[in-house]
C-alpha cells in the first residue's frame, strides 16, 4: 500500500504534462468548447488505461525482446503525429464552414484512443509502470487496478487542457490570432513527437 501514493504522483505528472494528447485536446477546447472536447479526454484516458494493463499483463517482455518492433511503433507513431501537425498548422479559423469543411484536425474518442495506441509519450509512461510499480510476483489484479488508477487520474488532467483550450478560444478574435495559436500548437506538436522518440530517456 506504500507505493500507491507514488503512483498516484506518477499518474498525476504523466498527464498533466505537454504531450500530443494533451496538445491536441487543447486544440479542440480551444475550437469547439470544452464540453466537445470530453470525448476525447474520456477515449483517451481509457486507451492509456488499457495500454498500462496490457502491459503489465506481458507484453513488455515481447517488445523488450524486438527492440525492432518498438522502433516500427515510434516511427508509424511520429509520422502520423507529424501529419497530424501539419494539418493543424494549415487549418483555417474556426467557422461553421471550416468544421465542416474537415481541413481542422477532427479529434474525438476514437481518434484519441488511436493516438495513444502510436504516441510513444503513452507508451514509455506505460513501461515506467511496469518497471517502477510492478515485479515479477504482481498479480494480474493489481496491474488492473495501477490500470483504472491511472485512467481515473488521467481524466481530470486532460479535462483541465480542454478547460484551457476554451480559456484560449475566447480570447482570440481576429483570424491572425487563430492563426498563430494553430501555427504555434503545430510546431509543439511535432517537436513534442520528435523529442519523445530521440531523447527517450
Same mark, same amino acid.
Given at each position: 500500500?506504500?507505493?500507491?501514493?507514488?503512483?498516484?504522483?506518477?499518474?498525476?505528472?504523466?498527464?498533466?504534462?505537454?504531450?500530443?494528447?494533451?496538445?491536441?485536446?487543447?486544440?479542440?477546447?480551444?475550437?469547439?468548447?470544452?464540453?466537445?472536447?470530453?470525448?476525447?479526454?474520456?477515449?483517451?484516458?481509457?486507451?492509456? =488505461?488499457?495500454?498500462? #494493463? %496490457?502491459? @503489465? &499483463?506481458?507484453?513488455?517482455?515481447? $517488445?523488450?525482446?524486438?527492440? +525492432?518492433?518498438?522502433?516500427?511503433?515510434?516511427?508509424?507513431?511520429?509520422?502520423?503525429?507529424?501529419?497530424?501537425?501539419?494539418?493543424?498548422?494549415?487549418?483555417?479559423?474556426?467557422?461553421?464552414?471550416?468544421?465542416?469543411?474537415?481541413?481542422?484536425?477532427?479529434?474525438?474518442?476514437?481518434?484519441?484512443?488511436?493516438?495513444?495506441?502510436?504516441?510513444?509519450?503513452?507508451?514509455?509512461?506505460?513501461?515506467?509502470?511496469?518497471?517502477?510499480?510492478?515485479?515479477?510476483?504482481?498479480?494480474?489484479?493489481?496491474? =488492473?487496478?495501477?490500470? #483504472? %488508477?491511472? @485512467? &481515473?487520474?488521467?481524466?481530470?488532467? $486532460?479535462?483541465?487542457?480542454? +478547460?484551457?483550450?476554451?480559456?484560449?478560444?475566447?480570447?482570440?478574435?481576429?483570424?491572425?490570432?487563430?492563426?498563430?495559436?494553430?501555427?504555434?500548437?503545430?510546431?509543439?506538436?511535432?517537436?513534442?513527437?520528435?523529442?519523445?522518440?530521440?531523447?527517450?530517456?
Amino acid at each position: 500500500m506504500s507505493s500507491w501514493l507514488p503512483f498516484t504522483l506518477f499518474a498525476f505528472v504523466a498527464s498533466i504534462t505537454p504531450g500530443p494528447t494533451n496538445l491536441l485536446i487543447l486544440t479542440q477546447g480551444a475550437r469547439q468548447g470544452w464540453k466537445r472536447a470530453l470525448p476525447a479526454v474520456f477515449g483517451a484516458s481509457l486507451a492509456a =488505461a488499457l495500454i498500462v #494493463l %496490457i502491459i @503489465g &499483463g506481458g507484453l513488455a517482455q515481447t $517488445l523488450l525482446a524486438h527492440p +525492432l518492433v518498438r522502433h516500427v511503433m515510434a516511427v508509424v507513431g511520429v509520422a502520423w503525429l507529424s501529419w497530424l501537425a501539419l494539418k493543424l498548422y494549415r487549418s483555417p479559423p474556426p467557422t461553421l464552414e471550416s468544421e465542416a469543411s474537415g481541413r481542422a484536425p477532427h479529434f474525438g474518442a476514437l481518434q484519441a484512443a488511436g493516438l495513444q495506441l502510436v504516441n510513444p509519450k503513452t507508451w514509455m509512461m506505460a513501461f515506467s509502470v511496469v518497471g517502477v510499480f510492478t515485479d515479477g510476483t504482481t498479480s494480474t489484479i493489481h496491474i =488492473a487496478v495501477l490500470a #483504472l %488508477i491511472f @485512467g &481515473g487520474i488521467a481524466v481530470p488532467c $486532460l479535462a483541465c487542457w480542454a +478547460l484551457m483550450g476554451s480559456g484560449v478560444g475566447r480570447l482570440f478574435r481576429t483570424s491572425h490570432q487563430w492563426q498563430w495559436f494553430n501555427r504555434g500548437l503545430a510546431f509543439l506538436l511535432l517537436g513534442v513527437a520528435w523529442w519523445s522518440v530521440l531523447i527517450p530517456g
